[in-house]
Structure formats: structure tokens, C-alpha cells
């Protein structure tokens, strides 16, 4: 457990196979003890304050930074061996980056790893938050490229952390206006500022409007980590999560009037569009939650539902 | 001088450098410098002292490096002053000395209880947000929260200070100089504070677009009852907008009075000097 991770990096030149984890000598979750107990520090300050972005060491991990290395720390600093773990990407569990990012965690912890978040407790998501509804068991960690949601109106960080301290938002609440005065509605999608607990502003980047009313009062933990940017910060369970939205002028999700799955026939779940090809033809839907997707296609064809 | 003020300023101090009172012996008017040979520091301002009633407009005047600039800074919070104090009837019934809040407190005076307009607009504006987005910023800080109600504001503001309604959704960068200070004006207005420091609002103005800004000026103030304080090193801006004034000199107060007796007959060397420069 104690020996450094870079020494375990060095004697191990081999890549990583999908050898049983019990062949492998890296420590549980990779990450060497100190760095965890660095990361879940930094997610207990951010649980006790939250929507303050707590900045933490963010360390060197065998994905590039910005593909999802803050989430990854977080998970393998709290993953623990009775965990179930699931990962997607884009609200898909066979993404590229899910796949590999699924893989790491499950080949240096040999916890077991699933696609229903019913079965999950460690759920790391880059754009959604599943369609199911979520509980007490989950953990969200979500990959947060852009942590600060001020960073649109100011670069100065000096000024950033003054306008955080003072809860001075006047300036987030102008770019909603000047959104409002150029398009005649408020374009803003994905990473929609939201105020939590009456007193920061966040980021809930990126998952799309359309799952920020969920995170409002949530039954489970939704921690954000941005390893590029090194901050670490927390939605805990029963908080208030409030888009910034004018008295008049009502918070929207996403919805496209008439859109369907393909696959399932739903209208109910997130859609995302797929373009017209040459080959196919003209454009159409899909649920962005794959397996959710799955699932009711199943509900409904119980016969042949598990086809893809 | 009654009881009945909006703005009191008393024994104003900023010294750049050491803080050595030894310096005060050496510089002001009588020496001719500000800069202490002693103790090499600055005595930008000492011992300055004023009261402007609701309604009222107070004039400093001086040239440049006179130190008025300093003393207006130093009650806006731009800057931390070395001595003194400055009282605001919105706060606490004139009771705090406000040099005494911390950082954030004072920071917050200026959302309601006072209001700057600096001589350069980028200073005071955000010159890549439109008119009605300055002015938003403004009332989103004071709490509003309601869009159609933020615009009819906006629109409000901006009709008072002369700007175009059609350029209300423009960014003030496309502005000529007159009209950005117009909106500056609008924006400072927003929320009605009690109290407005103008430095310098129309220099770098060309003369006929200044006489402009000058008139909405003096119009604003005696609809709004604010209490201002003007600084200006041109006699021109304060005969117009000013019942009272105080003379500035190396830092100190050479003369205070009627504006219209101290352009008439100036007691002091210094004002005599300035005052026969205006009128050459």
C-alpha cells in the first residue's frame, strides 16, 4: 500500500491488460494512499461548503487532462471494494473514453462494474446524469472541464475568488440579460449556472438543462472534479440547486416538440439528434442515456429486447 | 453648518510612502510641494474636510496633482486613505465612519448609497456589454431580478440621460465619448443613491458635446436631489454646476466659499492665480 506510485509505474512497463486485479501490484484505485486522503479532503471541504470550488493537487493520470482525469481522481479516491462502478460518456456506457476510463478503475481496484446505474454506486458521467432516478446508494462524479461559471465575464482570478467571497453574481446575471436582448431567449445549455445552497454559483457543466432540475434536492451525492483546473466541488444530497432565471422569464429544458427515440419511441428522455447521412437519409433521434434506452426497449419487446 | 447633510468628509489623509505626520511640517501650499524632503513621501491630501447637503453640489478644484482626484477616491473605497473620516447619512444615519468597514462592506456602498462617474467611461462602464447591460448590472447587483422590469428601467435611465433608445442594445465600445458618458451618468442613477462623485465628467469631451453633458448634469441634479461632488480642474464646469466649492492646493484646502464670491474675489494667492488664469 505504501510504496510510491511512481515506482509501481516504473517496474510495471507492461500496459495494462485485463489480467485479473489480483495479478496486478499497483494499490487499490491506483492513486498512491496520500493522494488520496489529499482528494478526500478536498471533497469533504466541498461537501461542507457547497458549490465552493475547493482547489486540490491535481495529479499526473494515465489519461490527458481535460479527458476526464478529475472525475477519475475522485472516483478512485472514494471507490472502496464494495462498490459497483459505471461510467459513461455523453450518456453512453460504450463510449471510447467510458470504455477506457470503466477499465482503469475496474483493473487496479477489481471492484465489479455495470451499465444499470440499479446496480451501480460509483457513477463518473462527462454530459449526463442518467435517466434513472438516482438514490441515497449513488455517488455522482461528474468531469468538469470549466469549473469556474464566472469565467465567461472575468479572467482576473484574483477578482474571480472576490466575486465568489462577496456572492457578487451582478455580472452572471448580465450575460443572462445580454443572452436574452441578442437571441430573445436564453441560449445557454450545457454548464447552466446554478445557485446552490442560496450562495454559490456553480457550473453544472456539462450535462444539459434538461438535468439540472434534478440535481435540485437530489437524494444522492454529486461530486465535480476538474483535474485540468484543479478544483474539486460538491452538490451533497438535499441541497438547493436553483438556475439563475429571471422572475419573467421561465427556466426551460431542452425539448424538441414531436422528436422520438428511433430506437425506443420515447419522447420522455434527453434526445440528441443524429444528422442526416447520404447513406441513411434524413436525420433522427436517439436517446443520449444508451442504456436507459436499452432498457425500455426491452420493457417493451421483452422477446428480443436485449438486441442492441 | 446645520446637521443636514448627505456626504461628510472630515480630516482626509492619504500620504503615499511612509507614514511620518513629520511630512505634513514640510510640504502644502505654504512650502510649494508635496513631496516631503524629509521623509520622502507624497502628501497627496491632508486634512480635508467638507459637508454636502441632499441636493447639493460641492466643487474641488485644483490642478492636476492639486490631489483631488485623491480625495475623491479615497471616499469612492478606489483607494485606502492614510487618515480621516467620511460619514453617509444612508448609512447608519451618518453615524459610521465608513472608512472603517471592511473591504466587502464598503465595496457594497456603491451599489445604492454612492455613486461614482469617472472622467475616462471605460473606468466606470464595461465597453463590451450594451447600454442597457451596464445599466443592468447595476439593478442585478441592487437585487432586481425581473427582466421586464430591468429593461423598462434601462430604458427609463437612458431616455433621462439623452441616449438614444435605439442604440439601448448596443455595445457602449461602439460609443462616441459624449454618449458613453451619458450612460455612465444613466448607470451611476440607477438605484437613486444619495450621494454622486463626478471626477472630472466632461474632460476629454470636445467643448460642444461637454456643454451638453454639462446642461443633462445640472438638469439631473436638481431633479434628483442627489448630493454631488464635483471635481474639476476647469472654473467653467463648477460655475456651472456648484453653489459651493474648496480650492485645493499641494494637497490641502487653500479655501473654501461660495462659488460665485470665490470667482468674484478670491482670497487666496493660490485661487487668485487660478481664477486669473480662467479668465485670461
Redesign the interface.
Known sequence: MSTPLLQQVIDRSAPIDDASPADLDVNFGLLDEYSKREIRRAILTAVAVPGYQVPFGSREMPVARGWGSGGLQISLAVVGPDDVVKVIDQGDDEGVNAVNLRRLIVSSTGIPESTTPEDSTLIQTRHRIPEDPLDERHTLILQVPVPEPLRGVERDMRELARMHAEADYARMWVSLYEDKVRNGVITRTTGYPCLVHGRYVIATTPIPRWDVPRLHQSRFLSLFGAGREKRIYAVPPHTDVEPLTFEDVPFEVEITPGAQCRSCGSSESFLVEVPATAAEGGGHWVCSDSDWCRRNRQRQHPSNGVEP | MNNDWALKVASLGKIHGITDLRALEDTGPDIGTAKSALTGSIVAAWDVGFEVAPGEALGVIGESGSGKSTVMRCIAGDQSSTAGEVYLRSVDNGRTNVLDLDP?SR??LRVADLAVVYQDPAEGL?LN??A???I???L??AGW??????RDRAAELLERTEVPLSRM?DLVGTFSGGMRQRVQLAKALANEPPVVLLDEPTTGLDASVAAGVLDLIRNLLEETGVAAVVVSHDFAVIEMLTTRCVVMNHGRIVEAGLTDRLLEDPHHPYSQRLVGAARA
Open positions: 466587502s465595496r457594497r464595461r456589454v450594451t442597457g447591460g451596464n443592468a448590472e447595476a442585478t447587483a431580478r425581473h427582466f421586464g422590469r430591468i442594445d
